[in-house]
């Protein structure tokens, strides 16, 4: 069983930065994907950024630019640099591996104020 541990999130003035981790734990070697989703009150959860182990990565289109998704492969963590801010990234940030099987962390607040 895979678990995941996020930390960081918190609250920030619109244009500011965060950078949020997450450590897998549990049998695992390698995961081959990782990544961020989030979700906004009212909203769908979306994806936000996904990285491979092999390096190959993905952005939603509203966070180019601004978001960096970064990983340890050695140490099973990844993690997301978030910059420039805007009220829109407001969401609940959850953490996502695939490795036989899709695994979610808790989800940590991240609240942008204008």
């Known amino acids: 069983q895979v678990q995941l541990r996020e930390h960081g999130g918190g609250l920030v003035q619109a244009g500011g930065s965060l950078r949020l981790g997450c450590a897998a734990s549990g049998p695992i070697f390698v995961i081959p994907m990782m990544g961020w989703y989030r979700q906004a009150p009212g909203r769908q959860r979306e994806l936000v950024a996904t990285?491979?182990?092999?390096?190959?990565?993905n952005y939603v289109d509203s966070v180019k630019g601004r978001f960096t998704i970064s990983r340890d492969n050695a140490k099973n963590t990844v993690f997301l640099q978030m910059n420039s801010l805007k009220p829109e990234d407001t969401a609940v940030y959850y953490c996502?591996?695939?490795?036989?099987?899709?695994?979610w962390g808790q989800g940590t607040q991240v609240t942008v104020s204008s």
């Open positions: 996502y591996a695939e490795v036989d099987g899709s695994y």
């Open positions: 990285l491979a182990a092999a390096g190959t990565s």
